[in-house]
Nanobody, 124 residues
């Protein structure tokens, strides 16, 4: 069964940084569009960032653009989310996802595979 596993979450002070990783169990994921989403308590899951299979294109939500960077290493079947200048409002469970279609995807329903999530907590 195809699996995605996130890691790297934790507790950090405002202004700090974290790097999330998402490892895929299947080599085929190197050809998939990847995305990061987040869900805060009481809120809907929201798009954070997306990257195409060859890293040719990336996309970000307005809330994180300029602070977060998505990247991938297809040889390692891993996608990353570097999060800088973290704010308390970035606190959420962060999920990685994979989509087998070509091109960036910004909507959760477009993704076929999901990880279990990793908690990110930013204290003020």
């Amino acid at each position: 069964q195809v699996q995605l596993e996130e890691s790297g979450g934790g507790l950090v002070q405002a202004g700090g940084f974290l790097r999330l990783s998402c490892a895929a169990s299947e080599r085929i994921f190197s050809s998939y569009t990847k995305g990061w989403f987040r869900q805060a308590p009481g809120k809907e899951r929201e798009f954070v960032a997306s990257i195409t299979r060859n890293s040719g294109s990336t996309g970000y939500s307005k809330d994180v653009k300029g602070r977060f960077t998505i990247s991938r290493d297809n040889a390692q079947n891993t996608v990353y989310l570097q999060m800088n200048s973290l704010k308390p409002e970035d606190t959420a469970v962060y999920y990685c996802a994979a989509n087998q279609e070509v091109g960036l995807r910004f909507v959760a329903l477009d993704y076929d595979y999901w990880g279990q999530g990793t908690q990110v907590t930013v204290s003020s």
